[in-house]
């Protein structure tokens, strides 16, 4: 693949082209305001952009072993996937791939809560909550079922095992979507 130019830098691919255009008018917004009065209120205006790329996923991927796999050996592979997030996947790569897989668009705003002392995401005004802690409590999920979302993801570690707390975890939610039009989605992953 060779690179492009435009006015005479250059770019390894296209969507480099189209970030930089977008700087670039983004700066000009900048000049053209800089100077003036805010008479419409416009002080605030937010001039910048993300940008994400499809990349490998953050969860190591199960392979199905093999028929010949002793009983032995099987127990090894399921070892070496207890800990199925990758140690390179930061807290946002994990973030936006549980938010596109649960059928959100990237776009969408995210907002962070504090409930019951644990960071909580919140995508599309509630719609999703999503929490990467790595120690889960039964406050938390109280909290979380409180505020009856559509769907709410965590990660199996933050149970560390306490297989009574995601347990009453499914509970929770199930007896809190009885009654209620549409089901609230309880997902471990």
């Not at 670039?24 to 419409?40: S, V």
């Not at 199905?64 to 390179?88: M, N, V, W």
């Not at 039964?138 to 347990?167: T, Y």
């Not at 929770?172 to 209620?180: D, I, L, M, P, Y």
Request: charged letters at 30%; glycine letters at 6%; proline letters at 3%.
């Amino acid at each position: 693949m060779g690179a492009h130019s435009i006015r005479g830098r250059a770019y390894k691919t296209i969507a480099d082209i189209g970030k930089e255009r977008i700087r670039r008018a983004a700066q000009k917004i900048r000049e053209e305001r800089e100077g003036q009065l805010d008479l419409e209120g416009k002080a605030k205006l937010d001039l910048g952009f993300k940008v994400l790329k499809l990349d490998q996923s953050s969860f190591k991927p199960w392979q199905a072993p093999s028929e010949e796999l002793s009983a032995d050996q099987l127990s090894q592979q399921l070892a070496l996937h207890t800990d199925h997030i990758d140690p390179d996947a930061s807290q946002e790569d994990i973030l936006y791939e549980l938010l596109i897989k649960a059928g959100f668009m990237p776009t969408e705003k995210i907002e962070t809560l504090d409930l019951a002392g644990k960071l909580v995401f919140s995508i599309a005004e509630g719609a999703l909550l999503i929490c990467l802690e790595d120690q889960l409590t039964s406050e938390l999920i109280d909290a979380v079922a409180d505020r009856e979302p559509m769907q709410f993801i965590c990660l199996d570690k933050g149970f560390k095992g306490n297989d009574q707390l995601k347990a009453n975890a499914v509970q929770t939610f199930k007896s809190r979507s009885q009654g209620a039009e549409t089901e609230m989605v309880f997902k471990v992953v």
